[in-house]
């Protein structure tokens, strides 16, 4: 197996995370889902208050893959958590170990920082995701189904009149 390096990204990756990132919505088949730009990437992941962060997957100094987590949190375990956002590795460079290497990172991440999750969503299409993941021991969460406001109805949700004040 080739010698892989993994490092936080810099705002001097935010082409390159973008196209990652639109690589990845290409193969989901969701390019037209894509609304994010350079400027962007650097906003959110390279801001003083950024709350997202992106690791570097390279082999050979040329950058392969990428994945993007936060930190949640758990009330029942007092303590946070990492939600794996986005891992992808470039189609010609799989089977190198670079996803394995990306996952293994941040599970040392989260160890390291005394969270007691790491947690990620597979799309229920993806088998090859589906069975890599279950090959590690991550364990699917059938008791759960997730939920999302985004666009519209999030804003229509928004503007509804309330009883609270802030």
Request: proline share 4%; aromatic share 12%.
């Amino acid at each position: 197996m080739p010698m892989l390096h993994i490092r936080p990204a810099t705002p001097e990756d935010a082409g390159q995370i973008l196209d990652f990132i639109l690589e990845l919505a290409i193969y989901e088949k969701a390019r037209h889902e894509v609304e994010a730009t350079v400027e962007d990437i650097k906003a959110s992941l390279f801001a003083p208050n950024a709350t997202a962060h992106c690791v570097i997957c390279e082999e050979s100094g040329q950058a392969i893959g990428f994945a993007v987590y936060f930190y949640n949190y758990s009330t029942w375990q007092g303590r946070n958590g990492v939600y794996l956002e986005d891992l992808y590795v470039s189609q010609q460079h799989r089977g190198k170990g670079a996803g394995k290497a990306l996952l293994h990172y941040l599970a040392n991440h989260a160890v390291e920082h005394n969270c007691g999750r790491f947690e990620w969503s597979v799309l229920d299409w993806n088998t090859p995701a589906i069975e890599f993941y279950q090959s590690l021991g991550a364990k699917p969460k059938d008791e759960w189904i997730g939920y999302r406001l985004s666009g519209d109805a999030l804003n229509q949700f928004a503007a509804i009149p309330t009883n609270y004040s802030v």
